[in-house]
């Protein structure tokens, strides 16, 4: 199923995950819960993140309207990343996930051999 395919379903949660399903875009969210950022900001802070993956998840957060990019007409060009209102409703069950790895994390790491 399509991306785009998720916005149009009747289940709330299947919309949802049709803008925060993928592995990295939680986790920009939360990068930029408190803060604004570059792209090399960006970059630097999130590990592992390739800059392919990077650019086209920024992209689709703008899309659907969970993060402002602002460019500044500058020499050299500027352009900074920021949670726009419906992005910063989101803080409070990105806190929470990880909230619930951080009580959860060592079992994981008991478990394993």
Known sequence: MKRTDFKS??????????IL???WKPVIIYTLRDRKAR????????????RK??????????EDGII???EFKELPPRVEYSLTEKGKAL????????KWNEAYHEDQEIAMP
Do not use: N
């Open 21 to 23: 399903g993928t592995r």
């Open 53 to 62: 993956v990077l650019t086209s998840s920024l992209k689709e957060l703008e």
């Open 91 to 98: 803080i409070p069950i990105m806190c929470q996930l990880a």
């Open 68 to 70: 402002f990019r602002e």
């Open 39 to 50: 792209f090399g900001q960006l970059d630097a802070m999130i590990e592992h993140i390739s």
């Open 9 to 18: 379903c009747s289940c709330a949660m299947q919309r949802s995950m049709g």
